[in-house]
Nanobody, 122 residues
Framework: QVHLVESGGGLVQAGDSLRLSCEAS????????MGWFRQPPGREREFLAL????????IYADSVKGRFTISRDNAKNTVYLQMNNLKPEDTAVYYC???????????????WGQGTQVTVSS
């Protein structure tokens, strides 16, 4: 099992940028995809981005493509989500995930972080 801890959330204004971090531990991540979901208030969790062990392998949701960038530092077992030009509708709890196969459904993932709150004021 993989243990995931997110950090970097907070309160920002519309148009600001924020970088989330997720540090993983527990087992080798060489075979794991790592990624991000978010859950806005009163809504279901939604897929944002995934990255393979080799950074050239990335997958994005259309809703964040071009504004959000996922990256990974394998030496630090850490995945990042750089979020630019934030909007009030980006307000959500952001979750880190890890799994050995690719999927866009929350039910695909067995390894979740505790979540970090991002609030974007207008």
């Amino acid at each position: 099992q993989v243990h995931l801890v997110e950090s970097g959330g907070g309160l920002v204004q519309a148009g600001d940028s924020l970088r989330l971090s997720c540090e993983a531990s527990g087992r080798s991540l060489r075979t794991y995809w790592m990624g991000w979901f978010r859950q806005p208030p009163g809504r279901e969790r939604e897929f944002l981005a995934l990255i393979g062990y080799i950074e050239i392998s990335t997958i994005y949701a259309d809703s964040v493509k071009g504004r959000f960038t996922i990256s990974r530092d394998n030496a630090k077992n850490t995945v990042y989500l750089q979020m630019n030009n934030l909007k009030p509708e980006d307000t959500a709890v952001y979750y880190c995930v890890a799994e050995e196969t690719v999927g866009r459904s929350p039910s695909h993932y067995n390894n979740w972080g505790q979540g970090t709150q991002v609030t974007v004021s207008s």
